[in-house]
């Protein structure tokens, strides 16, 4: 059974930084692309950052919103990857998950209706 488990959310003060994982189970890992979503509450989910599987050596893409503040990498011989964020302002603050989807195309891409599979989410808040 494919699963997405989401770990390393938290309270964290304005300018501050904190790591998030996606540990898979139940699938080829190294074959998906996996990515990185935001809900904040009232607004829609919005693709924050994605990394490619197999074929395409570890392509990236992030939203103009987080360029530059977060970097999102992998690990394959741990199926896990991660989403490492600096300079977190109170906008970041939402819900995020992760998912992995097989793309038709080489890269991946930051639309939500593309992935396949889904993670629960776990909550970032950025606050004083």
């Known amino acids: 059974q494919l699963q997405l488990v989401e770990s390393g959310g938290g309270l964290v003060q304005p300018g501050g930084s904190l790591r998030l994982s996606c540990a898979a189970s139940g699938f080829t890992f190294y074959h998906f692309a996996i990515g990185w979503f935001r809900q904040a509450p009232g607004k829609e989910r919005e693709g924050v950052s994605c990394?490619?599987?197999?074929?395409?050596?570890?392509?990236?893409l992030h939203s103009n919103s987080v360029k530059g503040r977060f970097t999102i990498s992998r690990d394959n011989t741990k199926n896990t990857a991660y989403l490492h964020m600096n300079s977190l302002n109170v906008e970041d603050t939402a819900v995020y998950y992760c998912?992995?989807?097989?793309?038709?195309?080489?890269?991946?891409?930051?639309?939500?209706?593309?992935?396949?599979?889904w993670g629960q989410g776990t909550q970032v808040t950025v606050s004083s």
């Open positions: 990394i490619s599987g197999s074929g395409s050596d570890g392509w990236t």
């Open positions: 998912a992995a989807y097989i793309p038709q195309y080489p890269g991946c891409a930051l639309k939500p209706q593309l992935w396949d599979y």
